[in-house]
Nanobody, 125 residues
Framework: QVQLVESGGGSVQAGGSLRLSCAAS????????MGWFRQAPGKEREGVAA???????SYADSVKGRFTISQDNAKKAMYLHMNNLTPEDTAMYYC???????????????????WGQGTQVTVSS
């Protein structure tokens, strides 16, 4: 079973940047669908960005143009580069992975049981 560990969260002022990392260990599905989700207090967990094994990416409308998802297969890691952060980006951020299989979407990732423990991002105005 693969394990995922997020890091890189923190506090930043509006307009700032952060880079989140998700390190995979164990039986690694590094070349399969992976993604980032976030959950703010009192809100449902929402998909932020996803990357498929062929490198294709998808983003939530709210982060398009500001966030970039990437993957380093050699390091068995996935990243989320976040620029121009706003207070609305404040949330716990989680990475998720799918077991080997076809398809990559937020819905498919949400059904997976491979999740990290989360890293907090706080953006102040």
């Amino acid at each position: 079973q693969v394990q995922l560990v997020e890091s890189g969260g923190g506090s930043v002022q509006a307009g700032g940047s952060l880079r989140l990392s998700c390190a995979a260990s164990g039986h690694t599905y590094s070349r399969n669908c992976m993604g980032w989700f976030r959950q703010a207090p009192g809100k449902e967990r929402e998909g932020v960005a996803a990357i498929d094994k062929d490198g294709s990416t998808s983003y939530a409308d709210s982060v398009k143009g500001r966030f970039t998802i990437s993957q380093d297969n050699a390091k068995k890691a996935m990243y989320l580069h976040m620029n121009n952060l706003t207070p609305e980006d404040t949330a716990m951020y989680y990475c998720a992975a799918r077991p080997p299989g076809s398809g990559c979407s937020f819905d498919l990732l949400r059904r997976s049981d491979i999740w990290g423990q989360g890293t907090q991002v706080t953006v102040s105005s």
